[in-house]
């Protein structure tokens, strides 16, 4: 199995920055891919980033060009830059992981982007 602790929300003016870490722990070796979803209120669960263990990454088109996804060795990061209100939402941490795509999710992060 493979825990995923999420740190680095919180609270930012329209055009600020921040940064969003995911440490796995557990079964790292059987991780394929990690990623980040976020949830806004009264709104369906979405993907915002993706990163295969190869290193092939994969954006929502409402963040492309000033999100960008990161791993090293068993974390995965969000940077994300020029932050919108519209960007407000728990941030979820994600692993897909062994032969069969188990997947695991962190416990969330809020991210609250003020105008």
């Known amino acids: 199995q493979v825990q995923l602790v999420e740190s680095g929300g919180g609270l930012v003016q329209a055009g600020g920055s921040l940064r969003l870490s995911c440490a796995a722990s557990g079964s790292i070796f059987s991780i394929n891919a990690m990623g980040w979803y976020r949830q806004a209120p009264g709104k369906q669960r979405e993907l915002v980033a993706h990163?295969?263990?190869?290193?092939v990454t994969n954006y929502a088109d409402s963040v492309k060009g000033r999100f960008t996804i990161s791993n090293a060795k068993n974390t995965v990061d969000l940077q994300m830059n020029s932050l919108k209100p519209e960007d407000t939402a728990v941030y979820y941490c994600?692993?897909?992981?062994?032969?069969?795509?188990?997947?695991?999710w962190g416990q969330g992060t809020q991210v609250t982007v003020s105008s």
């Open positions: 990163i295969t263990r190869g290193g």
């Open positions: 994600n692993a897909v992981s062994g032969l069969v795509g188990r997947e695991s």
